[in-house]
Nanobody
Framework: QVQLVESGGGLVQPGGSLRLSCAAS????????MGWFRQAPGKQRELVAR???????NYRDSVKGRFTISRDNAKNTVYLRMNTLKPEDTAVYYC????????WGQGTQVTVSS
C-alpha cells in the first residue's frame, strides 16, 4: 500500500511563500509521475503542477513563474515551492502519484489571507 504524506500547509499573507512536502512510502522513481492538485471550497479539484519520471514538469497557467515543483530522490519526497501567494491560491492541496493507478495524500490546507 502506497502512502503519500503531505506537510507544510498553513496560513500566509498575500505575497508570502510556503513549501509543501510530499513524502512517499516507496521510491518516487517507481511512479510514472507525481503532482500537486488543489481544491477550493465549491470548486473542482485541479492540477497545479506535475513532474514526470524523466524530469519533465508542467504547471497550470495561473501558477507559472510563482510555483516550482521539485523532488529529492534520496528522501522519496516531492516539493511544491509557492511564492507570491494570492488569496485565490487558498485551497486544500493534495499530493498525487501514478503508475497503473492513482495514489493520493490526505491533503494539507493552504490559506492566503491578510
Amino acid at each position: 500500500q502506497v502512502q503519500l504524506v503531505e506537510s507544510g500547509g498553513g496560513l500566509v499573507q498575500p505575497g508570502g511563500s510556503l513549501r509543501l512536502s510530499c513524502a512517499a512510502s516507496r521510491s518516487i522513481f517507481s511512479f510514472n509521475g507525481m503532482g500537486w492538485f488543489r481544491q477550493a471550497p465549491g470548486k473542482q479539484r485541479e492540477l497545479v503542477a506535475r513532474i514526470f519520471s524523466n524530469g519533465d514538469r508542467n504547471y497550470r497557467d495561473s501558477v507559472k513563474g510563482r510555483f516550482t515543483i521539485s523532488r529529492d530522490n534520496a528522501k522519496n519526497t516531492v516539493y511544491l515551492r509557492m511564492n507570491t501567494l494570492k488569496p485565490e491560491d487558498t485551497a486544500v492541496y493534495y499530493c498525487a502519484a501514478w503508475d497503473h493507478r492513482d495514489y493520493w495524500g490526505q491533503g494539507t490546507q493552504v490559506t492566503v489571507s491578510s
